[in-house]
């Protein structure tokens, strides 16, 4: 191979997770005979449990021991590295602290900034990815799902970074959904009442009939409520459950094994629109949003921060995406070289930190959540409504920009209430068919999340519009500084 890689990882209390990456690379390495003299593993600690922080210290030195070069960039070290900023970039990686869940784009500019202080050959590529990955791909088949070793990750980038200029490229994952449960509670409403409907067709002894359902079609964003936003149209309201029992076994235990995996949802799990990979794409598309858990660019590209991390909005991957876009247009490319990502363990509905998810007993409350998602859909379609006309390239006003984000956010407010009531009427038409305790606490779940509380409605004198606004208008002069700062 032409390219060595350097892989940057942040990792928030997920040693197991973080184990189960490290063994898939590993794997991956011996099948498709890739020399770990040509990676460099980067794991950036965002953890605040010191027995996480000791793992995951670890498995840094046991993938040390396997021949790979690894930097484990602990707090202390990130500590001292924005101190010497000395306040330039606090809109890019926060405020100087020991404590860890900063959030991933946090996280993933410090070792940008960190790496961007060493002299990398112009054969390095930088591939980020999550901790909650591995080196493998889900597909479907006949008999169940199945994970495997599908995808020749490093030699099919090396070809492409080799023969074009393209300066970004981004994959996707397969397995659980790559978006928060917060804007896929309606589509999972309507498989859930779906399949209970169906099971009552059965008797509870009768031979599990949905370990063989039909092989479902591939589909971007089947999993969103809101697909339509992002420019897909789905081709059917339900996705029918494939159940992953093995062996025989009759629809009485698929039911309960369901039904246990409903808690699930809450912590990114969708056990009915799991994505796998289909290879019959190997061309490069233009590409628009960035997978923040999987995308690969030359050292040039560091000049691309994730936009405003320390406010720890979801959505900026695609928010960066937008950015690249405007300023690079066909380098930034996406192939079909997913990653597998898992949520959960096998052994655990909640694994590892999940940021804005609480849970208190059986309760499980996503509100902090659901507002940083909405708040993540306001900026990325304002920065879509903006890199449209010119920014950040051209001078706005601030009056300018304050009209389009408030523009945007009114228009969000109506989207998301629609949904909520949607929500509401769906969960009306479950209730009848719940009768197991683990589904009826799923469903009062989604009334404490979704019949209580309003959509976010941020109104003028909330420090989001503030904040927001703020982090918009000063984007230019924080992207011009954060440049200085890697020269």
């Known amino acids: 191979m032409k390219h060595h890689f350097i892989i940057i990882i942040p990792v928030a209390d997920r040693p197991q997770h973080l184990k189960n990456c490290f063994d898939s690379l590993l794997e991956h390495c011996r099948l498709f005979d890739v020399p770990p003299s040509h990676l460099r593993l980067f794991i950036v600690e965002d953890s605040t449990n010191p027995a996480h922080i000791h793992a995951h210290r670890q498995l840094a030195q046991i993938m040390s021991q396997k021949g790979l070069d690894v930097t484990h960039f602990c707090a202390d070290e990130q500590f001292d590295l924005i101190t010497s900023t000395r306040g330039q970039l606090n809109r890019i990686i926060g405020n100087p602290t020991h404590n860890g869940h900063k959030g991933q784009g946090v996280a993933r500019n410090l070792a940008y900034l960190k790496l961007a202080q060493e002299t990398l050959p112009e054969n390095t590529l930088l591939w980020s990815i999550d901790s909650d990955q591995e080196f493998k791909v889900k597909i479907a088949t006949e008999e169940g799902d199945q994970e495997c070793f599908s995808v020749d990750y490093f030699h099919r980038l090396d070809e492409i970074f080799s023969t074009t200029d393209v300066q970004v490229l981004t994959g996707k994952v397969v397995g659980d959904p790559p978006v928060s449960p917060a804007v896929m509670t309606g589509n999972f409403l309507d ?13 509870p002894h009768d031979p599990c009939p949905y370990h063989l359902a039909q092989i479902p079609e591939g589909g971007d964003a089947a999993y969103h409520d809101m697909a339509d936003l992002f420019g897909f ?4 309201r339900e996705w029918h459950y494939r159940c992953p029992l093995k062996g025989p076994h009759t629809v009485g235990e ?40 999987n995308y690969v660019f030359r050292p040039a590209a560091l000049k691309y921060f994730l936009p405003f991390a320390p406010l720890r909005l979801r959505m900026s991957g695609p928010t960066l995406g937008r950015l690249i876009r405007a300023q690079i247009g066909p380098r930034f490319v996406s192939a079909n070289l997913p990653m597998l990502h898992r949520r959960t363990l096998d052994t655990e509905v909640q694994s590892g930190f999940r940021p804005g998810i609480e849970t208190t007993g059986t309760l499980i409350d996503m509100s902090n959540e659901f507002e940083r998602q909405f708040q993540g859909d306001v900026m990325l379609f304002t920065l879509e409504r903006l890199t449209a006309q010119g920014f950040p390239d051209l001078p706005f006003s601030e009056t300018t920009l304050a009209e389009t ?37 799923f469903a009062d779940n989604i009334a404490h999340n979704f019949g209580i509380n309003p959509a976010p409605t941020a109104p003028p004198t909330h420090p989001w519009r503030a904040q927001c606004l703020e982090a918009i208008a000063r984007y230019p002069e924080d992207s011009s500084t954060w440049f200085g700062c890697l020269h």
């Open 254 to 293: 698929c039911v309960a094994h369901f039904s246990e995996k409903l808690a699930g949802f809450f912590h990114g799990e969708h056990p009915t629109r799991i994505t796998y990979y289909q290879d019959n794409d190997p061309t490069l598309q233009p590409a628009r949003t960035v997978y923040a858990g």
């Open 191 to 203: 498989d859930v009442i779906d399949f209970l409907q169906q099971t009552n067709a059965y008797q």
């Open 405 to 441: 984000l408030e523009a945007v956010t009114v228009d969000m407010q109506a989207r998301y209430h629609t949904r909520r009531l949607s929500i509401l009427e769906k969960l009306n038409r479950l209730k009848p068919l719940l009768n197991k305790p683990a589904q009826r606490i």
């Open 233 to 236: 149209k789905l081709s059917r």
